[in-house]
Every structure is written in C-alpha cells, then in structure tokens.
C-alpha cells in the first residue's frame, strides 16, 4: 500500500523555537518522490521541497531543513526559529513512478505564537 | 515557477443547481490534470484524473455522473458538479503536469490556487 502518515496534528510552538514535523510513508515502489507544501489559510499549496528515493542528502533552506531516512520510511521537516508567518498547515506526500498522482498525509496544522 | 489558475476562487450556488470550474495551465502543455477535493481541516483526496483528448480516470468512490470532467485542449481542464448538493461544499484543488518538465520516471506538477464551493 502506498501511505503517507503524519501523526502530529496539531503543533503550537512559541515564536523563535524550532519544530519538527514528522512524515513517514509506506511504499513498495523504489523509484518515489516526497514533497513538502505548506497550505496558508488561503487555501493556496506552497510547493516547498522534493525530493527523490535516490537521493538521501539532507537539504536546507534558510530556516527549513528537512531530513530523508529512507531506513525508517521518513521525511521529516524542520523549521527553526519558527516565526508566525509560518502558522499554516503542512502536508506530506507522496508519488511514486508510473503514477502521477499525489498521496497526502493528513497534514499538521502549526501555530506560532507571538 | 509554472502558473496554473482556476476559476471562479469562490462559487456559491443553489442546491441542485450545477456549476463549473475552470483549471488552466497558463505558461504551459498540460496532457495530465488533476482534481482534488479537500473538506474543511482535511486532506487532499485525489477525485479524478484528467486526460487531454480522452475519459477521466475516477477514484473509487467518485461519482462521475456528477463530477463530470473535460480535459478538451492542453491547457484547460474543466470540472462540473452537477445537480449540486450541500454536501458538495468543499474545496477543489487542481494540479497540472507539466510533459517537457521532467527526467522521464517524474514530471512537475503545479497546482492551482483552488476554488471553494458552497451550496446552499
């Protein structure tokens, strides 16, 4: 089964502390590729990281990072310094090859608070 | 980025009324599209896959006598909830796959700002 599970599902942190959102997924495939949106209250998808089953280098963005452990089937997203502008709901998901549809987790909403 | 628009952002129709929504790939080819739903602190459920030129494909559960989709040039697909219900009130979400962005297993998708439906 192809699964994307992200068990936090809400998140309140304090302005300026670091979180750690958790993804884990399920797959048969080899060939699969992980994202990261973030969704605003707009309702808009942010597209923010992809990342492919043959490349396990961890990535920073400014105050993102994000770690790949395919050994424990996760994709974990780690903000520091959190601000309020980052106050959304986060999703995970998932595609794998010869497919192009999107597997959701269940998103994390995170709040920061002033 | 590659922009993909919807239209209407916000529809507010009568029960049993239908409506369309618009999904346009503005910079680019899109053979594929999708349709997502998302209900009110849900997540996103892929409904249909939008082909160019042939049948969606539906996800099981998909009534597609009701959520008829027409995926007619490259870079427009629509979206017609038919005989609307209050039910249906949600929001729609569409994504594009762009064919000449990709490596061959993996090509870019964009997704659209969404439209929300309410039937009232």
């Known amino acids: 089964a192809q699964k994307v599970t992200q068990a936090q599902t809400e998140i309140s942190v304090v302005e300026k502390e670091d979180v750690t959102l958790d993804c884990v997924y399920e797959?048969?495939?080899?060939?699969?590729?992980l994202f990261w949106y973030k969704q605003p209250p707009s309702g808009e998808l942010v597209f923010l990281i992809r990342r492919n089953s043959f490349d396990e280098q961890n990535e920073i963005s400014g105050r993102y990072s994000w770690n790949f452990q395919k050994s424990t089937s996760s994709f974990n997203f780690t903000i520091t310094a959190s601000q309020v502008v980052d106050s959304a709901v986060y999703f995970c998901?998932?595609?794998?090859?010869?497919?192009?549809?999107?597997?959701f987790g269940t998103g994390t909403r995170l709040k920061v608070l002033a | 980025g590659a922009v993909v628009s919807q239209h209407p952002s916000r529809v507010i129709c009568k029960s049993g009324t239908s409506v369309k929504i618009e999904c346009r790939s503005l910079d680019f080819q899109a053979t594929t599209m999708f349709w997502y739903r998302q209900f009110p602190k849900q997540s996103l459920m892929l409904m249909a896959t939008?082909?160019?030129?042939?049948?969606?494909?539906?996800e099981q559960g998909v009534e597609k006598d009701k959520f008829l989709i027409n995926h007619a040039s490259l870079t427009l697909s629509t979206l017609t909830v038919t005989s609307a219900h209050p039910e249906d009130s949600s929001f729609y979400i569409c994504?594009?796959?762009?064919?000449?962005?990709?490596?061959?297993?993996?090509?870019?998708?964009?997704f659209g700002p969404g439209t929300r439906l309410t039937v009232t």
């Open positions: 998901a998932l595609t794998y090859s010869g497919t192009y549809k999107y597997i």
């Open positions: 797959t048969r495939d080899t060939t699969y590729y």
């Open positions: 939008s082909n160019e030129g042939s049948k969606a494909t539906y």
């Open positions: 994504s594009a796959r762009d064919r000449m962005r990709g490596d061959g297993r993996f090509y870019e998708q964009y």
